[in-house]
């Protein structure tokens, strides 16, 4: 960017928020409370463990501003989370705190935030952005909020996004008294990494993604930190493991994101190529999605989703994945009723250990502001190594969120 | 301006056309009076341009309860040969789905395009617009209700002239899908004579019965010319439940271009 463009883009900034009548822009603010209980249908496997029931607090809500032009955007989610068992489960984070602004073909985003990017449902291999939060849930259905710039631009030809990412966000874990956690535990707290400047060494990445008719596509290319770390058993007097400390390695990879939809069938396709330590590895997820649409005049859709996992890498050298060659067989049921009431069920079945890990996710709302979650994660991990630390942690959530 | 002059050219360019369409208007043929007078209405709205309004969709099922929704839906006017309209539907209420998305872009003789954009994921995903009959949010409009109003996706039949209970005279219309899995059978249509606004739609379902009745109602004339109902309301008679849409004021004055309608613009707001 050259200084005269630099200085452009600040006086916009300055214009967009001292120009626009208080009146006209759009501020909305939802503070909400949510109370959740886990319980656990059997004693641990570890010592140190708790037994059967794990109560947290969550405190969190979102603010967004909207300009009147609607060229600049404000949205900001903080979230805290306080574990009544488990201190490395109480926590807080920015989720979210960005700015936002579009400059005719060009736009800017600069803060804290969470990007998605891929097509697959079980998983997927090509988003890399963000760092997962690993102790809200085993599933990567929840993100840490990343310090980013964006700068996109959108062509005939589709749209283009370069991002620099200053900071590293680790990956958290439960603590000692935590279930659905390796044995010994994870020490976040004795943290390494191979590039030199650690936490800032700092990420880029490119993303491209067009809409071609019945395919959206999304290429992209990142160069930085691993997400995943590997976990380095580290040896107690005795010789025995005592702990696992988490390793960040270089990350290098490329990837695609494809989906052709047609009539009431989603196709999906997302694959990656890593270079990660001295490996390289493929990780790929294929799919289809079909949905049934408003079922006997029910009103109701019911979705079948079958996908493929693959992945190449062999262990030891880089962050384990128990998804190597692994089947997801899963079902979307969506009431379409005024409480939108929404059932998600699947399982991911390991082609060669016959592990399972099982899902069931439902929700629907209770009258106008309350929000009523239930979701049961089922583990049969006995002869997967991977997995086998859960084998005894199969639960059930209930979240109950009161919106403001 | 832009639309006012986009407007005045389609009017000049269009006279020999209106001349011929005058014709149709009053021929002895049902097809071919019946294209003329939904063309008549479809050509009222050319040259809008764009537009944006905040609405309240109220639930009412049989027994009296009522949910809320509040949405607004920002329209660009179909922008080349095989487009439809184009627009997003974005949601404020209920909390739980507030920043929920959904981008729409019709086409004529093709699938819809659609987009869902899910707050709490961040995700943007291409969703199938296979589902035409299923309901819209729980209400009692169908996909198909909200994103077919393209001109080309009907067969029209002239059945009469009729007068309203509010005294309107009314042209009565057979509209016959013609895209794909519509819930449909057929639709009445009903047209004011001297505005050529659709007054009510009447849903046949595929066993041929009155399924839903559509009133729209408390129309006002914008600068421009363009009409616009403020509240519509879906009577189910079947199950009983309604359906109210409320709008606040249309505002044509909105800035938005296709950009406002593409998938990466819905995580914006």
């Not at chain 2, 309107?168 to 519509?182: A, F, G, I, W």
Request: hydrophobic share 35%; with cysteine.
């Amino acid at each position: 960017m050259t200084r005269s463009a630099h200085s452009i883009f600040i006086v916009s900034f300055a214009a967009a928020f001292t120009q626009a009548p208080a009146h006209s822009q759009s501020v909305r603010v939802t503070p909400e409370i949510a109370i959740e209980s886990r319980v656990f249908a059997q004693d641990p496997q570890f010592d140190g463990q708790l037994d059967a029931f794990q109560a947290a607090l969550i405190l969190s809500g979102d603010l967004r501003w909207t300009s009147r032009d609607r060229q600049t955007r404000v949205r900001v989610e903080p979230y805290l989370r306080l574990d009544a068992e488990d201190r490395e489960r109480s926590y807080g984070d920015i989720r979210e705190a960005s700015l936002g602004r579009r400059f005719s073909d060009w736009d800017v985003l600069f803060g804290v935030t969470q990007e998605f990017w891929g097509v697959a449902e079980s998983r997927n291999v090509v988003d890399i952005i963000n760092q997962f939060d690993t102790v809200e849930d085993f599933d990567q259905g929840e993100k840490l909020g990343q310090p980013a710039l964006r700068l996109g631009r959108r062509t005939a030809i589709g749209r283009f996004d370069a991002y620099y990412l200053p900071f590293f966000r680790q990956q958290r874990a439960p603590g000692r008294v935590g279930r659905v956690r390796q044995d010994p535990r994870l020490d976040t707290d004795d943290v390494a990494f191979e590039r030199g400047g650690g936490r800032w060494a700092g990420d880029v990445a490119l993303r491209y993604t067009h809409t071609a008719g019945r395919f959206d596509i999304g290429l992209h290319a990142f160069r930085g930190t691993s997400r995943a770390p590997l976990l380095v058993p580290r040896f107690g007097p005795g010789g025995e493991i005592d702990r696992f400390t988490p390793f960040y390695q270089r990350l290098t990879q490329g990837g695609v994101d494809l989906q052709f939809t047609e009539g009431p069938w989603l196709l999906k396709v997302e694959a990656v190529g890593l270079g990660l330590g001295d490996e390289r590895i493929v990780s790929a997820v294929a799919g289809f999605e079909y949905t049934f649409f408003d079922v006997s005049g029910s009103g109701a859709d019911v979705g079948l989703i079958g996908e493929y996992l693959y992945d190449s890498r062999e262990a030891l050298t880089a962050p384990p994945t128990p998804f190597d060659n692994d089947a997801f067989l899963g079902t979307r049921v969506t009431l379409n009723d005024t409480q939108d009431t929404e059932l998600l069920a699947g399982a991911i079945i390991d082609g060669e250990t016959r592990a399972v890990i099982g899902t069931v996710e439902l929700q629907t709302r209770l009258g106008e502001a309350t929000l009523l979650e239930l979701e049961g994660r089922y583990f049969d991990g006995s002869g997967d190594p991977l997995l086998d630390p859960f084998n005894r942690d199969s639960h059930l959530t209930l979240r109950l969120t009161r919106y403001f | 301006m832009r639309a006012s002059s986009l407007a005045a050219t389609l009017i000049a360019g269009m006279t020999p056309t209106l001349a011929l369409a005058d014709a149709a208007l009053t021929s002895a043929d049902p097809k071919e009076r019946g294209y003329a007078i939904a063309a008549r209405s479809d050509a009222t709205d050319a040259g809008f341009g764009a537009s944006s309004v905040r609405l309240a969709m109220t639930l009412t099922d049989p027994r009296g309860r009522k949910t809320t929704r509040e949405l607004q839906i920002d329209t660009l006017e179909k922008s080349g040969e095989g487009d439809g309209d184009w627009s997003v539907t974005r949601f404020f209420s209920p909390p739980d789905v507030e920043g929920t998305a959904l981008l729409s872009q019709a086409r004529i003789l093709d699938s819809d395009n659609q987009w869902l954009y899910l707050p709490a994921l961040r995700r943007t995903k291409r969703i199938s617009s296979a589902n035409k009959s299923g309901p819209f949010v729980g209400s009692e409009f169908a996909f198909e209700d909200l994103t077919a109003s393209e001109l080309g996706k009907y067969e029209y039949i002239y059945l009469g002239t009729e007068t309203l209970g509010d005294g309107t005279e009314v042209d009565k219309l057979q509209c016959n899908p013609l895209y794909e899995r519509s819930g449909y059978t057929k639709l009445h249509c009903f047209f004011d004579t001297e505005t050529f606004q659709a007054r009510r739609l009447e849903f046949f379902d595929r066993g041929g019965r009155l399924l839903k009745t559509l009133d729209l109602q408390a129309y006002r004339q914008y600068p421009g010319g363009y009409h616009r109902s403020h509240r519509q309301t879906m009577q189910n008679h079947l199950t009983g439940k309604s359906t109210t849409l409320t709008f606040e004021d249309f505002d044509f004055g909105v800035r938005l271009s296709r950009r406002d309608f593409e998938p990466a613009a819905l995580a914006d707001f």
